[in-house]
T-cell receptor
């Protein structure tokens, strides 16, 4: 199985940068996903990492270190609309279709 | 864009009732999933299906069953609803032929069992 840990809550100011960490323990790592979920809405896909390094998509970047079982999601130039829950999910090679999710990190952006 | 729809946004049922949650996706995806989401626990996989008439148990299948008679539709069934099944239920689909096999989620059904 997988143990996936991420902080419960983070607060930041509009225009700032926030880094959400995710650590995991898994047998047969096969990819890590980040999703954004606004209150009462469906999770939406943000990023995917399977190799070590940084993936950048506009204001959002995601980093992976497989040897450390560690990822982070970096949100730059924060906007009020970035207030949401951010979910880290790990896929295992033992079954390619299954994702294991962390409990999510609620980010609150303040003016 | 991928579209995953769920039959209801909100449902209120009584203990012991049989409950059907329907999910439809319009992107011809092979894989479909049912999760429940509870505060502090994250998304937990109930059942998934990688083809028509195929199903696999997820991490918490007890008290649930599923049906996949057509590729686009995946139903979750609560044979006899109980209060501990009050939760947000999320359906997702993914395409195995794609590189990342990203899952796309429906809007969710918030089920309350009284």
């Amino acid at each position: 199985g997988q143990n996936i840990d991420q902080p419960t809550e983070m607060t930041a100011t509009e225009g700032a940068i926030v880094q959400i960490n995710c650590t995991y323990q898994t047998s047969g790592f096969n990819g890590l996903f980040w999703y954004q979920q606004h209150a009462g809405e469906a999770p939406t896909f943000l990023s995917y990492n399977v190799l070590d390094g940084l993936e950048e998509k506009g204001r959002f970047s995601s980093f992976l270190s497989r040897s450390k079982g560690y990822s982070y999601l970096l949100l730059k130039e924060l906007q009020m609309k970035d207030s949401a829950s951010y979910l880290c999910a790990v896929r295992s090679r033992s079954n390619d279709y299954k994702l294991s999710f962390g409990a999510g990190t609620t980010v609150t952006v303040r003016a | 864009d991928v579209k995953v729809t769920q039959s209801s946004r909100y449902l209120v049922k009584r203990t012991g009732e049989k409950v059907f949650l329907e999910c439809v996706q319009d992107m011809d995806h092979e894989n479909m999933f049912w999760y429940r989401q509870d505060p502090g626990l994250g998304l937990r996989l109930i059942y998934f299906s990688y083809d028509v008439k195929m199903k696999e148990k997820g991490d918490i299948p007890e008290g649930y069953s599923v049906s996949r008679e057509k590729k686009e539709r995946f139903s979750l069934i609560l044979e006899s609803a109980s209060t501990n099944q009050t939760s947000m239920y999320l359906c997702a689909s993914s395409d195995r032929t794609g590189g990342t096999d990203t899952q796309y989620f429906g809007p969710g059904t918030r089920l309350t069992v009284l």
